[in-house]
Each structure stands twice: as structure tokens, then as C-alpha cells.
């Protein structure tokens, strides 16, 4: 199946949520392509509910596809006031354009601009992604091998 055939969605996220959202965040392959050292429950539930969901500057989407969970995308402000966006999807929707949909719609929900993202440079098919969305590479975020990247105008129609 594809997003074509696929029912892909936005939504808000739920308590219940929350535990796939840690799953999919603890899944190995997931930390190796990201970069991104996972929380410990406690902490990873406590970053959600104290800074993530109540986050005035915050906008935060859960994802589903054809009615389930497949992940979670979200925008902030920086203390620089920069925006960026960010995005996890669980390894189950890789691969079948669940992601394109999903951040088509955040994109169309979150008019700010400009609006940046700092994919690890290895997680190719992020940077795909971002790129596909009309996001440019402006140079790196970090040490760490993270780009950054910005989206100034809307972004492209995607199917």
C-alpha cells in the first residue's frame, strides 16, 4: 500500500499515543538512522506532557494511516526564534509516502515561514523528504553531522 491508497491523516495526539510514540522513538534502526539518543520512559512521558503538548509556541500532530498510529510530527520556537519541525514515524510506515502526506498536511497547517529542520545528514531519506517539501540546505546544525535546512515559501503540491 501507498499514502495514495492509504488513508493518511492528522490528528491530535492523544495520552494513548504517547506509548507508540516512545516504541517507535526506542526502535533501534530508528536511533541509528536519526542520531537521536531515545529517552527513558519517565523522561520521554515527561518531555511530552510538560514540554511538548503544552508548548504555547507548539503545534503537534499525530499521524495515522488507514486509522492507526504511524507516527507524529511537530513544529516550536527556539529560544532564537527560529521554527523548526520534526517528525517520527514508526518503521512499520517507512517507505510507502505515509511521510510525504503526513508533512504535506503539517506544512499546509503551519503557515509560519521561514521554517527549518536538522536532519541527520545519513538519514538520506529525511533530507528526501525535507527536500521533496521544498526545504534547502543551509548548512550544518551541529557537530554531530545534523544539516540544517529551510523552508521560506509554501511548500510544493504533493500528491
Excluded: C
Excluded at 495520552?15 to 527513558?40: G, K, N
Excluded at 514508526?90 to 503557515?111: E, M, N
Amino acid at each position: 500500500m501507498t499514502a495514495e491508497t492509504e488513508d493518511v491523516r492528522l490528528r491530535g495526539v492523544t495520552e494513548d499515543d504517547l506509548e507508540l510514540f516512545l516504541a517507535f522513538e526506542h526502535d533501534p534502526e530508528a536511533v541509528r538512522r536519526s542520531r537521536f539518543t531515545p529517552r527513558p520512559r519517565d523522561a520521554f512521558l515527561t518531555h511530552w506532557r510538560t514540554r511538548v503538548l503544552p508548548g504555547p509556541d507548539s503545534l503537534v500532530r499525530t499521524v495515522t494511516a488507514g486509522g492507526e498510529v504511524a507516527g507524529n510530527v511537530v513544529s516550536w520556537a527556539q529560544d532564537d526564534g527560529r521554527r523548526f519541525v520534526g517528525y517520527w514515524l514508526g518503521r512499520p510506515y517507512w517507505g510507502r509516502g505515509i511521510g510525504t502526506r503526513a508533512l504535506a498536511l503539517f506544512l499546509a497547517l503551519d503557515p509560519v515561514r521561514p521554517l527549518y529542520a536538522d536532519p541527520f545528514a545519513g538519514n538520506t531519506a529525511s533530507v528526501a523528504l525535507l527536500e521533496k517539501h521544498g526545504f534547502t540546505r543551509v548548512g550544518t546544525a551541529d557537530d554531530e553531522g545534523h544539516l540544517l535546512l529551510v523552508l521560506h515559501g509554501p511548500a510544493p503540491k504533493t500528491p
